[in-house]
């Protein structure tokens, strides 16, 4: 879109910000962000490698498979969540800017979602070495990844437009963010191999939209395989589409939010 073209420098300027001003005032700074997906892989590792005995089919009994399979889905959920909890109180707790009718408000959602990329190839990183270390593979698939996650970050945009707005009007959605980001982990593929449920759940997992780029993100980076190309050429058709919904109903709302906040 032209909002990329037309505030380049101001948009980075603004990405730079919120990456570094999550970290202002850490002992450890900027490297939390390689440090938390580690510890966050440590847990889910015990509690359902360890604990619960779960395994992938496909793959070895041997728990450092589990656990790069494990990393995978909780990389695209940690994308999807951050922009999704964040996005209903964007403009509510900027006021200051939504008054200065120069500013682009519509490059907030925008931050969001690439200050959550940024995180996400933190945590690849952090995947690539681990998964050296623990299995001695470097996956040439990760060079294919970012053809994978671009159809979700464009329709993590859309929604980052769509809840931004309708967070203006409908304080609710704040509270309801968060339960719904744990619902699509536990109801998508990133914690449960979906071919070991029962046919009549299936459908379930597989309406979850990050069931298919987590599974996609697997294939190049644990399998080895390549993508379905086809599947996500459609799967970037739709998120352009609602993208594009997000991004009319913003530009939509935006004249009542200074009346509103």
């Not at 909002?3 to 101001?10: A, E, Q, T």
């Not at 580690?38 to 450092?64: E, H």
């Not at 050296?132 to 329709?155: K, T």
């Not at 459609?234 to 993208?243: D, I, K, P, V």
Request: hydrophobic share 55%; charged share 10%.
């Amino acid at each position: 879109m032209s909002i990329f073209g037309k505030h380049g420098n101001l948009l980075w300027e603004l990405v730079r910000r919120d990456v570094l001003g999550r970290y202002r005032g850490a002992s450890f700074g900027i490297f939390w962000s390689l440090l938390s997906p580690f510890l966050m892989l440590v847990v889910y590792t015990l509690a359902f490698g360890y604990i619960l005995k779960s395994r992938w089919p496909g793959a070895t009994d041997n728990m450092a498979d589990f656990a790069m399979l494990l990393f995978i889905g909780l990389i695209v959920h940690g994308f999807f969540a951050e922009c999704l909890t964040r996005s209903p109180s964007l403009i509510v707790s900027s006021p200051n800017l939504v008054k200065k009718i120069v500013f682009p408000l519509e490059l907030m959602p925008v931050v969001v979602t690439l200050s959550a990329l940024f995180h996400a190839c933190m945590n690849i990183l952090v995947f690539l070495v681990i998964n050296y270390l623990l299995r001695e593979e470097l996956p040439w698939g990760a060079l294919l990844l970012p053809a994978v996650l671009l159809p979700l970050s464009i329709g993590v945009l859309g929604m980052g437009w769509l809840l931004s707005s309708l967070g203006v009007y409908l304080r609710d959605i704040s509270q309801v963010a968060g339960v719904l980001a744990t619902a699509m982990l536990f109801l998508s593929s990133a914690i449960v191999p979906v071919e070991t449920l029962p046919p009549q759940f299936q459908i379930v997992f597989k309406l979850n939209p990050l069931t298919f780029i987590i599974d996609q993100a697997r294939e190049l980076l644990f399998w080895g395989r390549a993508p379905d190309w086809l599947g996500l050429s459609l799967y970037a058709l739709g998120a352009s589409l609602f993208a594009a919904f997000g991004y009319v109903v913003f530009q939509k709302t935006r004249r009542g939010f200074a009346d509103v906040i």
